[in-house]
Structures are given as C-alpha cells and as structure tokens.
C-alpha cells in the first residue's frame, strides 16, 4: 500500500523559512512527477511546486524566488525548502505523487499525503 507522509509544517513568522519532507512509502518502482500543492481557508487547492523525476520544476508564481522543491529519488522523498515566508502562504500544504507505478508494475495516476499546516504570522 503505498502512503505520503509530510512533515515539517509549523508556525513561523513573516520572513521566516520552513522546509517540509514529504516521504513516499511502499513497494514502489517509480514516480514520473511529485509536488507540493496547499490550500487556504476558503480556498481552492492550488499548485505550489512540482518536479519530475528528472529533475525538472515548475513553480507557481507566487512562489518563485522563494522556494525550492527537490526530490531525492533513492528515498521517495520530495522537499520544499520554503524562504521569505508571507502572512499569504499560510494554508494546508499536500504532498502529490503522479504516475506511481509500483514494484508489482501497477500504475496509480494521483496519491495525495493527508496535508501539513504552514501558519505565517505577520
């Protein structure tokens, strides 16, 4: 059964960092794309950041500059190594993990951690 598990999330204050892990376990063989999205209160979920298991990334504006997602492949793990934090990015943030297939050579289009708190205050 394959499971996300984020950790990493807290409280900090406005211009504060943040790095958050996010740990993919269970018979995997591999992972095209793993990203982080996060949703406010009243809000809709949104991307924040994805990488491919190449390497390659995507940032959503508001967070380009500020942070940086990397991926460590031998682990399963995704990061997000958050900086110049803002009152704004204050929501829940979800790992994703798109195109899993695994040891078994199932495929899974989309598994989703159940979400860390990031709370910024200004």
């Known amino acids: 059964q394959v499971q996300l598990v984020e950790s990493g999330g807290g409280f900090v204050q406005a211009g504060g960092s943040l790095k958050l892990s996010c740990a993919v376990s269970?018979?995997?063989?591999?992972?095209?794309?793993m990203g982080w999205y996060r949703q406010a209160p009243g809000k809709q979920r949104e991307l924040v950041a994805v990488?491919?298991?190449?390497?390659?990334?995507n940032y959503a504006g508001s967070a380009k500059g500020r942070f940086a997602i990397s991926r460590d492949n031998t682990k399963n793990t995704v990061y997000l190594q958050m900086n110049s934090l803002k009152s704004e990015d204050t929501a829940v943030y979800f790992c994703?993990?798109?195109?899993?297939?695994?040891?078994?050579?199932?495929?899974?289009?989309?598994?989703w951690g159940q979400g860390t708190q990031v709370t910024v205050s200004s």
């Open positions: 994703n993990a798109a195109g899993v297939t695994t040891v078994a050579r199932t495929y899974v289009n989309n598994y």
């Open positions: 990488i491919s298991s190449g390497g390659g990334t």
């Open positions: 269970g018979s995997i063989f591999s992972i095209n794309n």
